[in-house]
């Protein structure tokens, strides 16, 4: 490859970092999602990493997509508890989408995290013979930047595309301009943090995304 080809001595990380910014600007959805961070590393740790990915030659299916969710398991995995705030096992989100069936139409998924809710819901899909991108429409709200990054890269490895937002959706409904006034979905799955506090009920309590109303105080 051209980066592989550099001659010794010149800079990798300062020219993985353009490859980077090269990519962004040929795909809007990832504008500002890549990392610019590689001239931290050494130059050897780049060229033997670039070797191998070389070495994979014109793979077939979805294979970087699954090298995406391995490292993604990997990471929540060494993080620990906090992993689980954008990361949900594939083994719970699979039994989510057969549960739920989504076979066409607008998901949402309101604390999307890395965004394997949305990963599973294609992949069923395509189980069944249909195209993910013809039948399914994407849309993802989540707290964190660095989060929202994660899931625009999942998407992306995985040839799809979707309207991922950063946004408090305690708070704040991004997509209801998008979807129509009414702001509904026609499936709605997610894997939300537990026991939050500091919650501004007050702010909620007339919000019509809660019909049944909000938890209680003591909750």
């Known amino acids: 490859s051209y980066l592989l080809d550099l001659a010794e001595g010149q800079d990798l990380g300062k020219a993985v970092n353009e490859a980077m910014a090269a990519v962004e600007a040929e795909n809007e959805e990832l504008k500002g999602v890549l990392p610019r961070s590689y001239g931290r590393l050494p130059n050897t740790v ?11 030659g014109e793979v077939e299916g979805d294979a970087f997509g699954k090298i995406y969710e391995y490292f993604l398991g990997k990471f929540a995995l060494a993080e620990g508890q906090k992993g689980g705030v954008f990361y949900t096992p594939t083994s719970i989100v699979k039994l989510i989408v057969e549960i739920i069936e989504p076979f066409h139409g607008k998901i949402f998924d309101p604390a999307c995290g890395s965004g394997g809710m949305f990963v599973q819901s294609a992949q069923f899909v395509t189980r069944h013979q249909k195209r993910a991108a013809e039948e399914l429409t994407v849309f993802g709200t989540e707290k964190a930047n660095d989060t929202v990054k994660l899931a625009k890269m999942n998407l992306a490895v995985h040839g799809l595309s979707g309207d991922i937002r950063e946004s408090n959706t305690y708070y704040e409904d991004p997509h209801k301009a998008v979807v129509g006034n009414t702001g509904r979905f026609d499936f709605v799955m997610a894997n939300p943090p537990f026991n939050v506090s500091g919650v501004d009920k007050e702010r909620v309590k007339d919000d019509p995304r809660f019909p049944f109303g909000i938890p209680t105080t003591d909750n």
Request: aromatic share 0%; glycine share 10%.
């Open 46 to 56: 780049l060229v033997e990493l670039l070797r191998v990915l070389n070495g994979l």
